[in-house]
């Protein structure tokens, strides 16, 4: 099979796989043993951004950071980061009578920035001076398929696609070498241990996850 790069669209598989679930304590060497048990999984890079906390919550920045300090733990994982970019804008109140004129009101919109091009750059950056044999993107984003087209195409390389649970493309599964989706099990006995140590000292999973 030879040597396999896996690409991991960060918040895309959050919102497909993991959100409101028990299992975001997440490690992903384990995770691609079980779902890709034949593959040789030389690299993993996990492509995300730096959330902020809304007023709600606080802690979701903190609980992020400490996500990654875990990832940074394995060996074979490498953490890419984006950006978020904030900004006012002014859309019309829901719910408003027809008829009458609209309502407009301000407000706050947060984007991520970057994770797809960073995924789609170190894919074919990888692919250009021969760091892998077979590559497989953890993704439902359609934005990735002409990267994975060129790389398929015109290097001959393979390309799977392994689909978050809850997400899905119709040009993803068209244009894979092959095509996988991550089982629930798979996910369950795959979690990190509470309690981990690195060169900073030990942390543990935070509460709630």
Not at 166 to 195: C, E, G, H, M, Y
Request: glycine share 6%.
């Amino acid at each position: 099979m030879g040597k396999t790069y896996v690409y991991v669209d960060g918040f895309n598989f959050y919102y497909g796989a993991v959100k409101n679930t028990p299992y975001k304590w997440l490690n992903f060497e384990a995770l691609f043993k079980q779902v890709l048990p034949k593959h040789d999984v030389a690299k993993v890079k996990y492509f995300t951004a730096m959330v902020s906390s809304p007023p709600h919550d606080p802690q979701k920045t903190s609980r992020q950071q400490v996500f990654l300090r875990a990832l940074r733990t394995l060996p074979s994982l490498e953490i890419v980061l984006g950006h978020f970019l904030s900004s006012e804008v002014s859309m019309p109140l829901a719910g408003q009578p027809p008829g009458e004129p609209p309502k407009w009101v301000k407000v706050l919109k947060w984007e991520e920035k970057g994770s797809d091009v960073n995924l789609a750059t170190h894919l074919l950056c990888d692919c250009f001076t021969g760091r892998f044999d077979e590559a497989v993107i953890v993704s439902a984003d359609s934005d990735l398929k002409e990267p994975v087209r060129v790389v398929r195409q015109d290097f001959g390389k393979k390309v799977g696609i392994i689909f978050p649970p809850r997400r899905w493309s119709a040009d993803l599964n068209r244009i894979a070498t092959f095509v996988k989706t991550i089982r629930v099990s798979a996910l369950r006995n795959s979690l990190l241990p509470p309690q981990l140590c690195d060169a900073h000292g030990a942390f543990q999973k935070p509460p709630g996850w």
